[in-house]
């Protein structure tokens, strides 16, 4: 049964870089099998909210809605209190792949997603330099490691002046040390530009590390939520971090009481 306490009314601290996001009883189909079932939940401007579940569940589907790339069956989303209707213009979604044009130096693929043609350059550069790439400028993708890559396509997301970040499992491929130095890139520019997120993933220690809230979907629907409280920058061996970690791979696993 899906938790009520996803749509109570919390006091909202606006930021220059965030929107709320709603979903009211969203529903998608796909060949007559229902993916999401009639799903409420919300994101307050500013808030960084984790998703979490098996694969199949459907996060990534919840995603592609918010931002447009697919229509709902049935319900609506809104960004910013606008009814959805197409692509939203509000968001950016980064996915797993970092999906750079290999023909374009790495420059050129950040300045694609400047709104504006007459500042791209300076947009691209200054979203490099967040990332710690500016230096890899005019490179081609090729040659960059995947955490590089990953980097890059944060860097476009962030030159697009997105209010709405959505992740779906963007670091899902890397291995250790770096998915912890992109977690803590993820964290830190946050921090600074304060826009909402919306992160997917299978890593249940990224959720607890990163997250201000964490949803766990089954089935379509969101079935539990829990506010994460610890304070920034979190310590992963602390006994709150490691039983908050615990309580919700439990209800993953279906082992709660």
């Known amino acids: 049964m899906q938790n009520n306490t996803l749509l109570e009314e919390r006091p909202i601290a606006r930021t220059d870089k965030a929107v709320a996001v709603r979903t009211n009883a969203l529903s998608k189909e796909f060949n007559g099998r229902l993916v999401l079932h009639s799903l409420d939940f919300r994101v307050d401007p500013g808030e960084l909210v984790a998703v979490v579940g098996k694969s199949g569940c459907g996060k990534s589907t919840l995603l592609r809605l918010i931002c447009g790339?697919?229509?709902?069956?049935?319900?609506?989303?809104?960004?910013?209190?606008?009814?959805?209707?197409?692509?939203?213009?509000?968001?950016?979604?980064?996915?797993?792949?970092?999906?750079?044009?290999?023909?374009?130096?790495v420059k050129a693929n950040v300045a694609l997603a400047a709104p504006r043609k007459s500042l791209r350059d300076r947009v691209a550069e200054d979203a490099l330099q967040q990332v710690g790439l500016r230096d890899r400028a005019q490179e081609w993708p090729a040659i960059l490691s995947g955490g590089q890559r990953q980097r890059v396509a944060l860097a476009r997301a962030l030159a697009s002046d997105a209010n709405l970040l959505l992740f779906d499992e963007p670091l899902g491929a890397l291995d250790a040390l770096t998915r912890l130095e992109m977690q803590s890139l993820i964290e830190r520019l946050w921090l600074e530009r304060r826009f909402s997120a919306i992160l997917v993933t299978h890593d249940v220690e990224e959720a607890v590390a990163l997250a201000d809230r964490i949803l766990l979907m089954e089935a379509g629907r969101v079935t539990f939520q829990t506010a994460v409280s610890l304070e920034r920058p979190r310590d992963r061996a602390s006994a709150e971090f490691t039983s908050l970690k615990e309580t919700i791979l439990e209800r993953i696993l279906g082992r709660h009481v």
């Open 69 to 105: 790339l697919d229509k709902p069956s049935s319900g609506w989303v809104e960004v910013d209190g606008e009814r959805l209707n197409g692509l939203s213009r509000q968001a950016r979604l980064m996915f797993q792949d970092a999906a750079l044009l290999p023909w374009k130096s």
